[in-house]
């Protein structure tokens, strides 16, 4: 298309976003590969090379395997809730409801919270064991109060973390829904198609596409959960909801151990890269079409 | 002045060859028309000309300037698309004075250059509206509307008819043939609709997948098409090619004789045949006829002709105007 | 579908729908009602819902604490700022992608999605250092930095996909009219892509406001947004739940209101295209 100078021009253009973008990609992931290789603390200003020790020791401390448990956990867990609950709140929504446009907003409310609030207001207002809401309706039904981020801490951490994304699912589930072809449903119905198989046959199918990249950005996003463990458990307690993140963030500013950390994150560039993998397939096979 | 000159200008996108090497030249105030099927690369010779794209080889001048390198806007010529490419966010009036905004005149200067244009497209009264609360043919005023104000060199359009309905396109035809008598601007025309062609163009350049198979007035093509593309093509209904027995009659691979160029009788002529459809148009009908020699042919005779499926009736060509045609498909 | 249902099943399925949104809905509510109480209501047991003696006390203290408007500041400041400045580097990436791509232009939107993906937290050592040797820390330039290289891929993609639905001939018409590169995308571009760009503001500022991890990382009081601000309620102020509501309901109220607005292109916005 158009013309040589046209062409010159557009180069020229882009520079600034990928020369910057290339710039911030390279760069501190190069400072972090580096730092992996050191042995480096932020309480001792000497560096010396550590070969894979920073790997060995992040990998074989028993806090690793525990948050790449706690990772897969709560990865797992809140996918499991928002997919599932997105699913049956995008096909209720759809269907005709009297207040529509409301319900669609009070659903999607809970993304637009950030996260410090809406982890903080659970722990608070939601999951104290004393004055808490869940309290009172435990107490309610007899049932004694359960201090939710003392015992089950992972536990409500996937709740607090699904409560925030059940309403990104449920809106692109209900974005793909209301593409679905009017007449082919009309058609299938008319072939004799009943509520079951026709969700099975031809809603699940329509969906798919939607569920796979609901999965894997919310893969990404989830992978990445720091706020809510910082502002209710804190990691703890112990590591019991210890992430990845959390763990690298542990280990470069509470224990200042650049190297480990750096370790760290790097493995974390590892777990990301197979997920983010399966995730540009589907957006590029989209920019095909 | 207006006079644009190419000179072995060629245009490869990738691998493809789409024109391999054009000469042409355009009379200052002429209409020129490019025809050709759809995909022949009239859009591309187009925006080669206005500069929206490069050439691959060649020259391109106007009024003897070598414009070949120069950026669309230094070269003096407006274009009219095909969407139209109005910009949808102004009003009519807006869109129409852009070029002037753009070239920097003063208020005045635009407003009255606006209002001669809209009177002279009756739009004089949609000057606020935008492009969106307009007809189709409205649309196309304004695109032309902006086209004039700059007082161009030479205009291009590129099937600006095409997404107007049948009747609209008769109307917009004559309001631009008219418009080309008021301004005297050459006008370079693209269009893949034959009737236009013939009916708009002082001269036609007839395009196939990137080659001029002829130049000339309408006349001249529909007289003395150069080859059996050109021969096809221009005239509606089609000319009606035979080959064989009755080709070779006359020395020649393919013979050719348009559909008004045949006589009928329901006694005797050339070629025995029987009627298969009948179109009857009111002012012509228009017939095919399965022959026993010369194959199926169309054949024009008069609106109240009585002819009708099954008759049996007899056709004979015009001699002195068959085309004849050698193994090369060039008119002989 | 012009379809007649049922009344009662219509009735059915909005008591449900009423219901769950209303529950899921309930810990903002919540929230915007305890904003209200004196501190010993909040803390009331069994809870009070309606019939307490509504105040504005709480949002009056947060207000005179000197330092909330400075966090508020903060927040616009970092999330308009960044939002801003990647604005301006992507508008002409995204017109010389959308309107002359060459053969790599998809492997370099691929390529600048796959930026995204890389988890902050193995950066954060490094920027961290960076920051801390150029006096980063716990700036507001810092986090503007940041965030606009965070938004970047985002904006550029977004702009892409608007673009791309915009005709060329028409900026080609422009062209031919005399129009340099300049205006043809501020007379011609940016005014018909201005729902989209709309958009891309509005879904950027959404996310660079509720930003956690570099907020909570590098700022700690002088640039500190609301998020962060918000988070020294975790410690022992936390218990002043009356406050931490008022602070909370700032805090999410205009995001809220403009995610209502935009939820149609975040959809597009954060699936990349992939949902329409
Ligand atoms: N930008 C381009 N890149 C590659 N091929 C193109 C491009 N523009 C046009 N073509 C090809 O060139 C040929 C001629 O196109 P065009 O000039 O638009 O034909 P027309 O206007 O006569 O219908 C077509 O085969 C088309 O596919
Ligand atoms: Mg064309």
Redesign the pocket.
């Known amino acids: ?1 158009a013309t040589m100078q046209m062409r010159t021009t557009a180069r020229a253009m882009m520079a600034p976003a990928v020369i910057l973008l290339l710039v911030w990609m390279v760069v501190p992931l190069a400072a972090t590969l580096y730092y992996s290789f050191q042995n480096y603390t932020l309480l001792n200003p000497v560096i010396s090379f550590a070969g894979l020790d920073n790997y060995y020791y992040f990998i074989t401390d028993p806090a690793f395997a525990s948050a790449v448990l706690n990772t897969i956990y709560l990865v797992g867990g809140v996918l499991l809730i928002t997919v599932i609950g997105g699913l049956f709140l995008a096909l209720l929504i759809d269907q005709p409801i009297f207040g529509q446009g409301i319900v669609r907003i009070l659903v999607i409310s809970p993304f637009f919270v950030m996260p410090t609030v809406a982890a903080l207001v659970w722990k608070n207002m939601l999951m104290n064991p004393i004055y808490g809401i869940f309290a009172w309706l435990f107490s309610l039904v007899g049932l004694p109060p359960v201090d939710f981020l003392a015992q089950i801490p992972l536990l409500s951490i996937i709740l607090i973390v699904a409560w925030q994304w059940l309403p990104f699912a449920t809106l692109i589930l209900l974005t793909a829904l209301q593409s679905l072809d009017g007449e082919q449903m009309e058609a299938a119905e008319m072939d004799g198609a009943g509520v079951v198989s026709r969700f099975i046959y031809l809603v699940l199918p329509h969906l798919s596409r939607a569920i796979t990249v609901v999965i894997l950005i919310e893969t990404i996003f989830l992978l990445g959960v720091f706020a809510e463990i910082l502002v209710t458990t804190n990691g703890g307690p112990g590591t019991a909801s210890t992430n990845l993140p959390f763990l690298v963030y542990t280990q470069a500013l509470l224990n200042f151990d650049v190297g480990s950390a750096s370790a760290g994150g790097i493995i974390a560039v590892v777990v990301a890269n197979i997920v983010a993998f399966f995730l540009m397939r589907i957006i590029g096979k989209n920019l095909e079409a | 002045m207006g006079s644009i000159r190419l000179n072995k200008v060629s245009k490869i ?2 691998e ?1 060859k ?1 024109i391999p090497s054009i000469d042409l030249e355009i009379e200052n105030g002429e209409f020129v028309v490019f025809v ?1 099927p ?8 187009l925006r080669l000309i206005a500069g929206l794209e490069d050439t691959s080889g060649g020259r391109i001048e106007i009024d003897g300037k070598d414009v070949t390198s120069e950026a669309p806007a230094k070269r003096g010529l407006a274009m009219v698309f095909q969407s139209y490419a109005l910009y949808p966010h102004m009003t009519v009036r807006k869109n129409i004075a852009f070029p002037l905004k753009m070239a920097g005149e003063e208020q005045a200067v635009i407003d009255r250059k606006v209002a001669e244009a809209a009177k002279v497209l009756n739009l004089t009264d949609y000057l606020e509206r935008k492009p969106g609360q307009l007809s189709g043919g409205q649309r196309q005023r304004v695109a032309i509307g902006r086209a004039i104000v700059r007082q161009p060199t030479a205009f291009l359009f590129d099937e600006p008819l095409s997404n107007l309905d049948a009747a609209l396109r008769v109307t917009m035809r004559l309001e631009i043939s008219e418009l080309h008598q008021q301004l005297g601007t050459t006008m370079i025309y ?1 269009t ?1 609709d034959q009737v236009e062609a013939m009916t708009m163009a002082d001269k036609i350049v007839v395009l196939n997948r990137g080659n001029v198979e002829q130049v000339g007035s309408p006349l001249e093509l529909y007289s003395r098409p150069r080859n059996l593309f050109v021969a096809g093509f221009i005239g509606s209904p089609k000319m009606n090619l035979i080959e064989g027995a009755e080709a070779a009659k006359l020395g020649a691979k393919t013979i050719g004789i348009r559909p008004e160029h045949i006589a009928v009788s329901t006694t005797d002529g050339a070629w025995k045949g029987t009627v298969g459809v009948a179109e009857h148009l009111g002012s012509d009908t228009f017939c095919h006829v399965h022959t026993e020699t010369a194959g199926t042919l169309t054949l024009r005779t008069a609106g109240d002709a009585m002819l009708k499926h099954g008759d049996t009736i007899y056709l004979t060509p015009d001699d002195r105007r068959i085309h004849k045609f050698n193994n090369e498909g060039l008119a002989v | 579908m012009a379809r007649s249902v049922s009344t009662s099943r219509r009735v059915t399925f909005t008591v449900i729908a009423w219901v769950i949104a209303l529950i899921l809905f309930f810990p903002i509510l919540w929230t915007i009602i305890t904003s209200f109480k004196s501190e010993g209501d909040a803390i009331a047991f069994p809870p009070v819902f309606l019939n307490f003696h509504w105040t504005l006390d709480s949002y009056r203290e947060v207000q005179e604490r000197s330092d909330y408007l400075l966090h508020v500041w903060n927040s616009a400041a970092i999330s308009f700022g960044s939002t801003l400045i990647a604005l301006l580097i992507s508008i002409p990436a995204a017109w010389a992608m959308a309107f002359n791509p060459g053969k790599r232009t998809k492997d370099i939107l691929m390529w600048m999605l796959s930026t995204k993906m890389m988890p902050a937290v193995a950066v954060l050592v490094p920027f961290y250092l960076a920051f801390k040797n150029l006096g980063l820390l716990d700036t507001k330039l810092g986090l503007i930095i940041i965030l606009t290289m965070m938004n970047l891929p985002i904006i550029v993609w977004m702009l892409y996909s608007y673009f791309k639905e915009i005709p060329g001939e028409i900026l080609e018409a422009a062209r031919m009219d005399g129009a340099t590169l300049g205006k043809e995308i501020v007379y011609v571009l940016a005014p018909m892509a201005v729902p989209g760009i709309a958009s891309t503001v509005l879904l950027n500022i959404i996310l660079s406001w509720n930003e956690a991890f570099w907020t909570l990382n590098l700022s700690a009081s002088q640039a500190a947004p609301l998020s962060t601000f918000i988070a020294s309620y975790s410690s022992p102020e936390g218990l002043f739940w009356a406050k931490l509501s008022a602070a909370s309901t700032l805090a999410i109220a205009p995001i809220l209101v403009m995610g209502w607005f935009s939820q149609k292109q975040l959809v597009r916005g954060l699936t990349f295209g992939a949902v329409k």
């Open positions: 298309m | 996108f990738g493809m789409v050709g759809s995909g022949c690369g009239k859009s591309t010779l693209v893949h």
